[in-house]
């Protein structure tokens, strides 16, 4: 069966991140209702250089070979490939544009990138907020549709024995647990993530029933531990740094809430904010700031609330008085955000069959 579309991509499985995630978990799922071909790149950055070509030679190659009509581009990096593509084959050339990949702030970046984008078929941007990008760099609105990130609940199950129980975790972690509300935040450490703000403005005034475990590592991770050191918050914030995933689904098991302070850094946006996914998926509801792509992630008042960026009353406000229900939160997640439903959607939008259809 020939493939109806081709994937690029440049970020892919065994290196472990954001667009790695998404490049993976889209590729499978739309694969398991169309036929695919995917060239992906699954080693360090530094490999690009050479990958770019690689990927447009061994596409054109591809395309004639099983005439292949569709090409999709997992994120805009890969525009200018797609924009050969599309140049010399009878080809449709489709993107995903996730948030740093159309705002890079590099004249060079900015000069090459943005117009590949606007010459592609189909733009699919993750948020609102990167479709408002998108127009602002001159890209055509009427090609664009918001389709948001995905989430495979499989990937954070947790023994039901182990979801709640912190016996076992306060020993391993060596942190005393019970009675404690438990505040969460997983990623990237720097400064638009705005752990080290949160650590000075809010933590200090929620008391010390509040406990904020913090997992990830990062340019922040030193502001971080100075707010921690400085403010003598060490036996209520916690860096936990890098975690197995095992850990970290349990963490997302068994704390409270979880908080994503995002704040305003010029040039450095949230596109979307799958962390918040994550958690919502573990039924841990969500504290965020109201910017960006994480008003897409947040479903306002049913997985979480999004409060004012820096408004540290708010957080506090919102964090004491938080009464969503966890199995709410949780279905509510999955029922929006499950990969399954998210491919059906880009197999709308890029004109795919279904197999059962054909």
């Not at 709410?328 to 709308?348: C, H, P, Q």
Request: hydrophobic share 40%.
């Amino acid at each position: 069966m020939k493939p109806e579309i081709l994937f690029l991509s440049r970020n892919y499985p065994p290196q472990i991140g954001g667009l790695e995630t998404y490049s993976y978990n889209l590729i499978q799922s739309v694969g398991r209702r169309h036929s695919v071909s995917k060239i992906v790149l699954g080693k360090a950055r530094k490999h690009l250089l050479w990958f770019l070509p690689y990927a447009v030679f061994t596409a054109a190659a591809r395309i004639r070979k099983e005439h292949i009509r569709r090409v999709h581009l997992c994120d805009g990096v890969m525009s200018p490939a797609g924009l050969l593509l599309k140049s010399f084959l009878p080809v449709t050339v489709s993107v995903t544009i996730h948030g740093l990949d159309i705002t890079f702030r590099n004249s060079l970046y900015q000069t090459a990138v943005p117009p590949c984008v606007a010459q592609m078929d189909r733009i699919i941007c993750v948020s609102r907020h990167t479709e408002q990008e998108c127009v602002h760099r001159g890209i055509a609105a009427d090609k664009i549709t918001v389709i948001p990130n995905g989430i495979n609940p499989a990937e954070f199950q947790v023994p039901e024995s182990k979801r709640t129980g912190r016996t076992e975790l306060a020993e391993r972690l060596g942190i005393h647990l019970e009675g404690k509300t438990l505040l969460l935040t997983v990623g990237r450490l720097v400064p638009r993530k705005g752990v080290a703000w949160f650590v000075r403005e809010v933590v200090p005034r929620l008391g010390d029933a509040y406990l904020y475990l913090i997992v990830g590592d990062g340019s922040d991770f030193a502001p971080v531990a100075r707010a921690v050191g400085e403010l003598d918050l060490g036996n209520r914030v916690f860096l936990l740094g890098r975690v197995t995933t095992e850990m970290r689904n349990r963490l997302l098991h068994a704390s409270d809430m979880f908080v994503m302070p995002n704040r305003e850094v010029e040039g450095d946006v949230e596109g979307f904010g799958i962390a918040a996914l994550e958690a919502g998926c573990c039924g841990l509801p969500v504290i965020a700031s109201d910017l960006q792509g994480l008003k897409d992630a947040v479903i306002h008042g049913s997985t979480g609330f999004l409060v004012e960026a820096e408004n540290a009353g708010a957080f506090v406000e919102n964090i004491r008085n938080m009464d969503l229900n966890r199995e709410a939160v949780r279905s509510l997640v999955v029922e929006t955000f499950d990969w399954e439903k998210i491919s059906e959607r880009y197999g709308e939008v890029l004109g795919l069959i279904p197999r059962a259809e054909r």
